[in-house]
C-alpha cells in the first residue's frame, strides 16, 4: 500500500522537493551565477507567483476572480518593490549582490502600470527569488517572502 500524503514540510523517503524536481525532469547541476540577471527574474517571477497564489487559496474557497485580484496585488511591481524595502536589512551580501544585478539590469521591457523605479526594484527581488531557488535554497526563500508580507501586514 502507498505511504499516505506527507504533511507540514515532511521529507518524502526519495527527498526534497528539489531533489523530486531533477529527478522527474531530468534537470542538470546548474551554477545559477552564470544565468543574467533578467533570467533569474524571469524564473523568480513564476516561483513567487505560485507561492503567492498557494497562500491565496490556503486562505479559504472564494471566487476564482476575487482569488486572482488578490493574487494579483500581491505580484505586482509595486507591492514586490515594497517587500525588497523592508527586507534589505535581512539580506545577506551575496543576497543583496543578486537584487542590485536585477534592479541594474537593462530589460527590453517597460512598466506598464509601476514607476520604473518599482519596476527595476521588482525586476531585482524577482532575480534575488530566482537566484534562492535555483539554488534550493527553499528555506532561505520561503523565510523572506514571509517576513516580507508579514512586515507590509499580510499576515494581519
Known sequence: MEESIK???EVSEHGSLGLLM???????????????????AYIGDAVYEVL???????RGSMQVNKMHKKSASLVNAGTQANLI??????LTEDEL????????AKSATTA???????????????????????TGSYERMLKLVHDGLEKIGEFS
Not at 543578486?98 to 541594474?104: A, L, P, Q, T
Open 7 to 9: 504533511l507540514e514540510g
Open 22 to 40: 531533477a529527478q522527474a525532469l531530468e534537470l542538470q547541476k546548474i551554477d545559477p551565477r552564470i544565468y543574467s540577471p533578467l533570467v533569474l
Open 52 to 58: 503567492i497564489r498557494t497562500r491565496v487559496i490556503n
Open 85 to 90: 524595502k523592508v527586507l534589505m536589512e535581512e
Open 97 to 104: 549582490a543578486v537584487y542590485k544585478r536585477g534592479r541594474n
Open 112 to 134: 506598464k502600470h509601476a514607476a520604473m523605479m518599482d519596476y527595476r526594484m521588482a525586476t531585482g527581488f524577482e532575480a534575488l527569488i530566482g537566484y534562492l531557488y535555483l
